[in-house]
């Protein structure tokens, strides 16, 4: 079983960075794809970023694509989420999520270990 913790969260204004830690433990997850995902209440959890086990391969979501960029260092066991230009609608829980698919998704179900979350929020 694999644990993961999410940290970097906190409150910033409107074009502020941020840089987002999900690390592991329990076991390596250099075999596995990660990825961040996002909730406000009363929403349902959405994709912001993956990347494949080697990181050769990224895919971002729509709202974040050339702000937002995920990385991984599998000798540290952790999976970054670099946030620049950050926006109100930005403001959310943050979760990082690791899959057993060979292949990213962008839905939920198909991610098997979720973290607790780090809250982000972006002031105007």
């Known amino acids: 079983q694999v644990q993961l913790v999410e940290s970097g969260g906190g409150l910033v204004q409107a074009g502020d960075s941020l840089r987002l830690s999900c690390a592991a433990s329990?076991?390596?997850?250099?075999?596995?794809?990660v990825g961040w995902f996002r909730q406000t209440p009363g929403k349902e959890r959405e994709f912001v970023a993956a990347v494949s086990w080697s990181g050769s391969t990224r895919n971002y979501a729509d709202s974040v694509k050339g702000r937002f960029t995920i990385s991984r260092d599998n000798a540290k066991n952790t999976v970054y989420l670099q946030m620049n230009s950050l926006t109100p609608e930005d403001t959310a829980v943050y979760y990082c999520a690791l899959t057993k698919s060979p292949t990213i998704t962008t839905n939920t179900w198909n991610w098997d270990d979720w973290g607790q979350g780090t809250q982000v929020t972006v002031s105007s």
């Open positions: 329990g076991r390596s997850f250099s075999a596995n794809a």
